[in-house]
């Protein structure tokens, strides 16, 4: 059994971490920390626990958590975590880390969309988190930088396209779509049921939202070209899921057969990639509700000649804890699958 541990396991993202590993059958949940609740069990603060679950909240404290885990995943705000993943680090804990402060590997480029980095020489140590492009680095990794909710639908909605070389760098939008989880618990103004139910809107456009800064590195690395990304993510009254139509221009002509038979050989052996053929229904975010999966449907518009992608993760899992899972089995040597093979929760 590995011996699992959370930082900051009542937020969101916390939260989906200890229903995910509550059941899986190799882990055993042996710590988890919340300066609110600390002190007292986490099923007071997550009630829905009552009877699953006997685990008292702790303050964090390095120290007693590498004597108690094998491996720790840290569910902080960015910028909060870097501090405890270097007291980890040092103790040589492994950490999925499910932050941005080590995703992006340049401390430039970091310092530019986040501010200074406080332990800049960890950013080469850390390993990026998408296990469809990066599983054997991962496997003897012990820091793994888990990838953004929104990056992870536009490369896992592009990759196939990027590693042939067929993308026009500069042509690429991604319009996402997100439920209001993505923001995290912290009660915000614009956040608020009445301000969110029966509406929708889109924020942080042309290019002022973080995320874009990691879609930039992610497929400059898998096409080997400078891309650059135009983004617009929007809020919409849901609780959780990502939908992003995605837009590009390809080098040479395609046509809807043609890009899904390169999407379909790319992924045909990935457990939690599915891609959707011209005859089967567009994806929605019911199919991924609660899943660890990330669907996607390529086509090319006939008139065009510009591909339309549609990707769906649940933000929660496939965007977050669920890749953080899906992290740790390859880390441990676990089946890759294992914990992560739950059915969607539809309608
Ligand atoms: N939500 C998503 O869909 C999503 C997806 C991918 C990645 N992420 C990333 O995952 C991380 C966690 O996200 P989340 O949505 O779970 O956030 P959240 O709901 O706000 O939870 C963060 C938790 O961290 C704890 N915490 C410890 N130190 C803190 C500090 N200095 N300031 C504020 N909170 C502190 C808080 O619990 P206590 O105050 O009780 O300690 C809080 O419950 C973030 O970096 C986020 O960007 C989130």
Same mark, same amino acid.
């Given at each position: 059994? @590995?011996?699992?541990?959370?930082?900051?396991?009542?937020?969101?993202?916390?939260?989906?971490?200890?229903?995910?590993?509550?059941?899986?059958?190799?882990?055993?949940? /042996?710590?988890?920390?919340?300066? /609110?609740?600390?002190?007292?069990?986490?099923?007071?603060?997550?009630?829905?626990?009552?009877?699953?679950?006997? $685990?008292?909240?702790?303050?964090?404290?390095? /120290?007693?958590?590498?004597?108690?885990?094998?491996?720790?995943?840290?569910?902080?705000?960015?910028?909060?975590?870097?501090?405890?993943?270097?007291?980890?680090?040092?103790?040589?804990?492994?950490?999925?880390?499910?932050?941005?402060?080590?995703?992006?590997?340049?401390?430039?480029?970091?310092?530019?969309?986040?501010?200074?980095?406080?332990?800049?020489?960890?950013?080469?140590?850390?390993?990026?988190?998408?296990?469809?492009?990066?599983?054997?680095?991962?496997?003897?990794?012990?820091?793994?930088?888990?990838?953004?909710?929104?990056?992870?639908?536009?490369?896992?909605?592009?990759?196939?396209?990027?590693?042939?070389?067929?993308?026009?760098?500069?042509?690429?939008?991604?319009?996402?779509?997100?439920?209001?989880?993505?923001?995290?618990?912290?009660?915000?103004?614009?956040?608020?049921?009445?301000?969110?139910?029966?509406?929708?809107?889109?924020?942080?456009?042309?290019? /002022?939202?973080?995320?874009?800064?990691?879609?930039?590195?992610?497929?400059?690395?898998?096409?080997?070209? %400078?891309?650059?990304?135009?983004?617009?993510?929007? $809020?919409?009254?849901?609780?959780?899921?990502?939908? %992003?139509?995605?837009?590009?221009?390809?080098?040479?002509?395609?046509?809807?057969?043609?890009?899904?038979?390169?999407?379909?050989?790319?992924?045909?052996?990935?457990?939690? @990639?599915r891609v959707r053929s011209p005859d089967q229904p567009l994806p929605t975010l019911k199919d991924v509700?609660?899943?660890?999966?990330?669907i996607v449907a390529?086509r090319?518009?006939?008139?065009?000649?510009?591909?339309?992608?549609v990707?769906c993760?649940?933000? $929660?899992?496939?965007?977050?804890?669920?890749?953080?899972?899906?992290?740790?089995?390859?880390?441990?040597? $676990?089946?890759?699958?294992?914990?992560?093979? %739950?059915?969607?929760?539809t309608?």
């Amino acid at each position: 059994m @590995i011996r699992a541990g959370i930082v900051g396991a009542t937020g969101y993202t916390g939260m989906e971490l200890v229903r995910i590993l509550l059941e899986h059958p190799g882990v055993r949940l /042996t710590y988890v920390t919340s300066r /609110t609740w600390s002190g007292r069990p986490l099923a007071n603060a997550l009630p829905g626990l009552t009877g699953w679950s006997d $685990l008292l909240c702790r303050e964090f404290d390095a /120290t007693e958590a590498a004597g108690e885990v094998d491996i720790i995943f840290l569910c902080l705000p960015h910028g909060e975590a870097m501090d405890t993943v270097f007291q980890l680090h040092s103790l040589n804990v492994r950490q999925v880390d499910l932050s941005a402060d080590f995703r992006i590997a340049d401390p430039k480029i970091f310092g530019e969309w986040y501010g200074p980095h406080r332990h800049p020489q960890l950013l080469t140590e850390a390993v990026s988190g998408y296990p469809e492009l990066y599983r054997e680095d991962i496997t003897g990794a012990v820091l793994v930088a888990n990838p953004g909710c929104y990056p992870t639908t536009a490369v896992y909605g592009l990759l196939p396209l990027a590693e042939v070389d067929l993308l026009d760098p500069r042509s690429i939008v991604v319009d996402s779509k997100s439920g209001v989880s993505g923001a995290g618990k912290e009660p915000r103004g614009h956040l608020h049921f009445p301000e969110v139910e029966g509406n929708f809107s889109a924020y942080a456009i042309a290019g /002022t939202h973080r995320h874009v800064c990691e879609m930039d590195q992610e497929l400059s690395k898998i096409s080997g070209k %400078s891309v650059q990304v135009t983004f617009t993510p929007h $809020l919409a009254p849901l609780s959780r899921g990502i939908l %992003s139509t995605i837009y590009a221009r390809t080098v040479s002509p395609l046509n809807d057969d043609g890009i899904f038979e390169l999407y379909r050989k790319r992924y045909e052996k990935e457990p939690f @990639i599915r891609v959707r053929s011209p005859d089967q229904p567009l994806p929605t975010l019911k199919d991924v509700r609660g899943t660890n999966l990330c669907i996607v449907a390529p086509r090319v518009d006939r008139r065009s000649g510009i591909t339309v992608i549609v990707s769906c993760i649940d933000n $929660l899992v496939k965007g977050a804890s669920g890749q953080a899972v899906q992290n740790m089995n390859i880390m441990s040597g $676990l089946p890759e699958t294992m914990g992560l093979e %739950s059915l969607p929760l539809t309608p």
